[in-house]
């Protein structure tokens, strides 16, 4: 019988209604042989009950109290001991071939310990929109996210299960927590991206995307410190006291993460405008977006533009 190469990790958390989707984008990949691992994070929407009725022989599903997505996400791998992991979140959708052009990719070139995919934004899971651009090689992504640029995708990578244990998995709980791990693997061994979309992320019209912005730059911030902090043979910066006294210490960082906040929030709102054909304040939004962070709206339009 041949060795299963390959599991796939979600957890969920209150992930009706869109959960279905999710999951049913990951049984009907082309790519068969692999275990689907599903950590319950204390749903009360009806998430357990949907995903204890699937009748799938490849799923493994656990529950546990709330612990937020990271301890969520360590305690899956824990149950994990094929040669590869795949992360999946209980919204976004994955599309047919995309674990088998992971797998093929990260099966030829034995040097990758992480690999990502592009990206489309949706919201009805139908109607894409701002592929974001990214990176696709290591030196470019490791170089973008030691700037705090957007270089990987989380609920796209596929990882090598031995090196992201051997680097602690998810050490921190919260924002950040996908920031850390993948400087961290970066410095383990090779990266890429594949350049071709493959999931179709999920934004929530009614999310709180400003109070999210400024939380996950902050997170983010803790992230590269703590990578410098390495790089430099220093002690890491405890996060909670990080975190707690961001701003204090420096008021310009505060009002910066303020503006690019800001810009994250009108960006979002200009894809969110796209989805739903309204080219008028699509473009106000853009242009708001650009005045506080114009290298993100230019790599977005270039990328436009070589796509026409």
Request: hydrophobic content about 40%.
């Amino acid at each position: 019988m041949k060795e299963m190469k390959l599991s796939v990790l979600m957890s969920v958390y209150n992930g009706m209604p869109y959960l279905p989707d999710a999951v049913q984008s990951i049984l009907a990949q082309s790519y068969k042989d692999f275990d689907f691992v599903i950590i319950d994070d204390g749903s009360s929407d009806g998430s357990f009950d949907y995903l204890k009725s699937l009748d799938d022989e490849r799923i493994r599903l656990f529950h546990q109290e709330n612990q937020g997505l990271g301890a969520a996400l360590n305690f899956g791998l824990e149950k994990i001991d094929t040669e590869f992991v795949a992360r999946m979140d209980a919204d976004d959708i994955a599309v047919e071939t995309r674990l088998e052009k992971q797998i093929n990719r990260m099966t030829t070139d034995s040097d990758l310990v992480m690999l990502g995919t592009g990206i489309a934004f949706t919201l009805d899971g139908n109607k894409t929109a701002f592929p974001p651009p990214m990176p696709t090689e290591h030196k470019d992504i490791s170089a973008v996210l030691n700037t705090g640029g957007h270089a990987i995708s989380h609920p796209t990578i596929m990882c090598k299960t031995n090196i992201m244990k051997k680097i602690g998995s998810y050490r921190i709980s919260g924002v950040g927590q996908d920031w850390d791990l993948f400087l961290r693997m970066t410095e383990a061994g090779k990266v890429a991206n594949l350049s071709e979309v493959l999931l179709h992320y999920r934004l929530h019209e009614s999310s709180n995307a400003w109070s999210s912005s400024k939380k996950v730059n902050i997170g983010k911030k803790y992230a590269l410190a703590a990578a410098k902090a390495r790089r430099l043979n220093e002690e890491e910066p405890g996060k909670d006291e990080f975190i707690n006294n961001y701003g204090l210490k420096n008021r310009f960082s505060a009002f910066t993460n303020s503006i690019m906040s800001f810009s994250d929030n009108a960006y979002r709102v200009a894809i969110l405008n796209s989805l739903k054909s309204n080219k008028v304040k699509m473009i106000v939004a853009i242009l708001l977006s650009s005045v506080s962070n114009p290298k993100k709206v230019y790599l977005y339009l270039k990328r436009k533009i070589n796509n026409i």
